[in-house]
Every structure is written in C-alpha cells, then in structure tokens.
C-alpha cells in the first residue's frame, strides 16, 4: 500500500475506494502498531477526502447535464421527448 497521502490526487474514485475498505479492514483488525495505526488513518483519511472530491464532481457533472436538459426543454417546449 502506497504510503503517501500526497499521491491519492492521481488514484480513481474506484481504486481509492477499494483502498480506503483495505486500510479499514487492517485497522479494525487491531494488530498493528500506534505508528502504523496512525499512519493507516492518515491514509484513509486522505483517500476518504479522493472520493468525496470525486463524488462531488460527479454531482456537478449530473447537475449540469440536469440544467442543460432543462434549459433546452424550457427553451423548445413543444418538443417532447
């Protein structure tokens, strides 16, 4: 497992997902170390805040596609679809 926080920008919404169930599933094992513990939360800490970035961009994407549609309806309301 990658050990920089700083490199979480260039994962995936997928990859820091499934990385972020890993960190969990080692913390709640409960047999690492204080250090390595707190090194595992930083982790998940930064790959929690990657998803929640790509989670918010998707819903910015969704709203936008949202407005487009209803501004073209709006704009031709004769035209059903």
Same mark, same amino acid.
């Given at each position: 497992? @990658?050990?920089? @926080?700083?490199? &979480?920008?260039? #994962?995936?919404?997928?990859? /820091?997902?499934? =990385? #972020?169930?890993? &960190? &969990? /599933?080692?913390?709640?094992?409960?047999?690492?170390?204080? =250090?390595?513990?707190? +090194?595992?939360? =930083?982790?998940? =800490?930064?790959?929690? !805040? %990657?998803? +929640? +970035?790509?989670?918010?961009? !998707?819903?910015? %994407?969704?709203? !936008?596609? %949202?407005?487009?549609?209803? /501004?073209?309806? /709006?704009?031709? @309301?004769?035209? +059903? %679809?």
């Amino acid at each position: 497992m @990658p050990s920089s @926080p700083a490199d &979480v920008s260039a #994962l995936s919404y997928e990859q /820091a997902r499934d =990385e #972020l169930i890993q &960190v &969990v /599933a080692e913390l709640e094992q409960g047999q690492a170390t204080l =250090e390595h513990s707190l +090194e595992l939360w =930083e982790r998940g =800490e930064a790959l929690a !805040a %990657r998803c +929640e +970035e790509w989670l918010i961009g !998707a819903k910015a %994407r969704l709203d !936008a596609a %949202r407005a487009s549609r209803q /501004a073209s309806d /709006a704009a031709d @309301p004769g035209d +059903e %679809r």
